[in-house]
T-cell receptor
């Protein structure tokens, strides 16, 4: 069974600074998808960024980018120029194709200090 | 396009009752998944439907069931509610051929 681990329960960063959230996963599949979701206090889960395992190039979406290390099974999220609106719980998720489901990590609570 | 909608947003029930939650996916999305979110267990997969067929089910007791209608709207039902069923229930939809899931705002269920 696939597992996703986020080792940082909480992180904080100064506004305008850069922060990196860590995620590792375990799988025997060779083709899969990875995602980062953001859950603000409103509890709405918002897709931040996606990465296809077959792509070597790291995904980027504006201020958000990932560092995907397939051999190490690592998938970290970098947030540049942090903004107050980035404060939220961040979940790393693995899409299990066989089971057609997302497997989530436990989440990292990100605080932005003004 | 309108996002995923879930009704009701909040629900309070007592032990032993049953509850039905509803989810309307994004227009054109045919896959609907349900997740339970609790502080202790995190986000756990309940089941996934595609074209009215349940394709996969998570590790939950038979009290948890669901269905999908021809318009892709989905419902989940929990019978004989227990205190431990108190959670945020999230519904997500996906377009055909894509793997990202788009979530609704959730239904907060409290069991007293």
């Amino acid at each position: 069974a696939q597992t996703v681990t986020q080792s940082q329960p909480e992180m904080s960063v100064q506004e305008a600074e850069t922060v990196t959230l860590s995620c590792t996963y375990d799988t025997s599949e060779s083709d899969y998808y990875l995602f980062w979701y953001k859950q603000p206090p409103s509890r709405q889960m918002i897709l931040v960024i996606r990465q296809e395992a077959y792509k070597q190039q790291n995904a980027t979406e504006n201020r958000f980018s990932v560092n995907f290390q397939k051999a190490a099974k690592s998938f970290s999220l970098k947030i540049s120029d942090s903004q107050l609106g980035d404060a939220a719980m961040y979940f790393c998720a693995y899409f299990a194709q066989g089971a057609q489901k997302l497997v989530f990590g436990q989440g990292t609570r990100l605080t932005i200090n003004p | 396009k309108a996002g995923v909608t879930q009704t009701p947003r909040y629900l309070i029930k007592t032990r032993g009752q049953q509850v039905t939650l509803s989810c309307s996916p994004i227009s054109g999305h045919r896959s609907v998944s349900w997740y339970q979110q609790t502080p202790g267990q995190g986000l756990q997969f309940l089941f996934e439907y595609f074209s009215e067929t349940q394709r996969n089910k998570g590790n939950f007791p038979g009290r948890f069931s669901g269905r999908q209608f021809s318009n892709s709207r989905s419902e989940m039902n929990v019978s004989t509610l227990e205190l431990g069923d108190s959670a945020l229930y999230l519904c997500a939809s996906s377009p055909v051929g894509y793997h990202e899931q788009f979530f609704g705002p959730g239904t907060r269920l409290t069991v007293l």
